[in-house]
């Protein structure tokens, strides 16, 4: 199945290094919103964020797949909609890897709704910026140099 959205990031950064990113709860929690994730299959859990006039600010998920450091899985439900996210990470010859993520299942209705999917992948690129500038930033804490 073709995915609804897909956002591409380059990091100059290890596998390992991007994989507890998207894997330690207080890391995602400096990137995404704070959230009770856990790396373990069939694990429910929620990313909460500020809520607002039209969203209560929580999504509920649930781990559906797991390939460490390579490949992770979860439901998505929020405002609604239930959605596939998938994040896959391939580790390049540099020593770099590159994120893809993948969200699927979206309603025909938000399909259709003029910028609904634009505003996601907004969203998601923004999330990758913020993950790409708190690991320079502890890479710079702990007197690492990537070029």
Not at 84 to 110: C, H, K, M, P
Not at 130 to 142: A, F, G, R
């Amino acid at each position: 199945m073709k995915p609804d959205l897909s956002v591409h990031h380059h990091f100059p950064f290890s596998i390992e290094k991007v994989w507890t990113a998207l894997t330690d709860s207080k890391t995602l929690s400096k990137w995404i919103w704070s959230n009770d994730f856990e790396p373990v299959i069939g694990h429910t859990f929620q990313f909460r964020a500020e809520p607002n006039d039209w969203w209560d600010g929580i999504v509920n998920c649930k781990v559906l797949e797991i390939e460490e450091p390579y490949k992770l899985s979860y439901t998505w439900h929020s405002a609604e909609e239930e959605t596939i996210i998938v994040w896959r990470l391939e580790e390049q010859a540099d020593g770099s890897t590159t994120l893809t993520l993948d969200q699927s299942g979206f309603s025909e209705e938000t399909k259709v709704t003029k910028g609904a999917i634009q505003g996601a992948v907004y969203s998601w690129t923004e999330f990758c910026r913020k993950l790409e500038t708190l690991l320079v930033t502890k890479n710079e804490q702990n007197g690492e140099k990537y070029e």
